[in-house]
C-alpha cells in the first residue's frame, strides 16, 4: 500500500502517528532531526547575512534627464536610502543626464532608496535628474528567508 491509501484507509480512532509508527518510523525523532537542521541552517543564514549586510546597486537607467546640467561626462551620486549612497558614471547632453555608462561604487545600503524607479541624483549641476535602480535584494532576500526558517522551529 501507499502512504496515501494507508490514510484513506484509517478509521476515526486512528492517528497519523500511529500509522508511522506500524510503519516503523520513528516520528518524534525525525521532527526532532529536521528541526535541529533548520536551526543549524538558520545559524548558515545568519553568517551569510553578516557577510552580507546591505542591499548594493547593481545597475541605474535615466529616469528623467532633469536640466541645468554641464554638457560632458558626470558622476551622479544617489540622495535617499540609508548607509553609503550609490556613484555612477554619466553623460550630460543638452544639460539633462542623457546615459549612465557605468556604476562606479555600489553603495551599501541598509534601507534601500525610498523610490527604486526614479531616485533623485545629484552632480554635474543637475536640477530633477532621476534614475531607476536595480538592487542587489540581499537583505530583503536573506530576511524573508530567516523568517520563513524561524516558522519552521
Known amino acids: 500500500m501507499t502512504l496515501h491509501a494507508d490514510i484513506v484507509a484509517l478509521t476515526p480512532t486512528a492517528t497519523a502517528k500511529n500509522v508511522f509508527a506500524t510503519k516503523g518510523i520513528n516520528l518524534a525523532g525525525s521532527l526532532a532531526s529536521i528541526q535541529q537542521d533548520v536551526v543549524e541552517l538558520q545559524a548558515k543564514i545568519k553568517q551569510i547575512v553578516a557577510l552580507h549586510p546591505a542591499d548594493s546597486v547593481l545597475s541605474a537607467t535615466v529616469n528623467a534627464g532633469g536640466s541645468g546640467g554641464t554638457n560632458g561626462q558626470v558622476v551622479i551620486t544617489g540622495t535617499t536610502g540609508t548607509g553609503t549612497k550609490f556613484q555612477a558614471k554619466g553623460v550630460i547632453s543638452g544639460g539633462a543626464l542623457a546615459s549612465i555608462t ?52
Open 102 to 153: 557605468s556604476i562606479t561604487n555600489a553603495g551599501s545600503y541598509t534601507v534601500d532608496p525610498t523610490s527604486l524607479t526614479a531616485e533623485p541624483v545629484t552632480g554635474g549641476s543637475l536640477s530633477g535628474a532621476t534614475v531607476g535602480l536595480t538592487m542587489s535584494g540581499d537583505t530583503a532576500n536573506l530576511t524573508a528567508l530567516s523568517n520563513i526558517l524561524a516558522e519552521l522551529v
